[in-house]
T-cell receptor, first 114, second 116 residues
């Protein structure tokens, strides 16, 4: 079945450091790919998404490119802030209607220290 | 943007009682809603998929008689934890699919259930 593998944390960075969180996927067909962020005690917020190969999703300084050849969707940010401390989930959707559930990676906890 | 309201955000109940959690799409119609459970420092575990007007589809290992899901309208799905026990204590999150924006998943803010 479909699956998502993302680097395990926790990841601890100093403020203004460069962030990369790796995410690879296994899926039949052409899934849509997502990054969600979860702050403590809250639900998930969509950070960015890409629906086809070579698409780049971006939001709040974060970006990720849908790489079909490497089945990857790595999350990057050039300069992290303390407020970026959260858990980040990579996810895929097997089809575009939204009627099937997202498949999540295990999540990566990011801590940014001043 | 699309908003999903989930209530209550926190609930404490006694063993043996039932608890109802509501998931409401405020500004869109949701043909499909998903219920997840999240253990501390872990990923989300899909419990069930609910479609408006039909029975929910439960994932393997999830007791449908214990976790009752009702999706009576296009804007409301409820999860009832029946005869709750301490092992049911967890963080429950719902997600709704925006039918007009296919592939758009909006999450509620979650419910922290503690059974004492």
């Amino acid at each position: 079945g479909d699956s998502v593998t993302q680097m395990e944390g926790p990841v601890t960075l100093s403020e203004e450091a460069f962030l990369t969180i790796n995410c690879t996927y296994t899926a039949t067909g052409y899934p849509s790919l997502f990054w969600y962020v979860q702050y403590p005690g809250e639900g998930l917020q969509l950070l960015l998404k890409a629906t086809k190969a070579d698409d780049k999703g971006s939001n709040k300084g974060f970006e990720a490119t849908y790489r079909k050849e490497t089945t990857s969707f790595h999350l990057e940010k050039g300069s992290v802030q303390v407020s970026d401390s959260a858990v980040y989930f990579c996810a895929l959707s097997a089809e575009t209607s939204g009627n099937t559930p997202l498949v999540f990676g295990k999540g990566t906890r990011l801590s940014v220290i001043a | 943007g699309a908003v999903v309201s989930q209530h209550p955000s926190r609930v404490i109940c006694k063993s043996g009682t039932s608890v109802k959690i509501e998931c409401r799409s405020l500004d869109f119609q949701a043909t499909t809603m998903f219920w997840y459970r999240q253990f501390p420092k872990q990923s989300l575990m899909l419990m069930a998929t609910s479609n408006e007007g039909s029975k929910a589809t439960y994932e393997q290992g999830v007791e449908k008689d214990k976790f009752l899901i009702n999706h009576a309208s296009l804007t409301l799905s409820t999860l009832t934890v029946t005869s709750a026990h301490p092992e049911d204590s967890s963080f429950y999150i719902c997600s709704a699919n925006n039918a007009r924006q296919g592939g758009s998943y909006t999450f509620g803010s979650g419910t922290r259930l503690t059974v004492v």
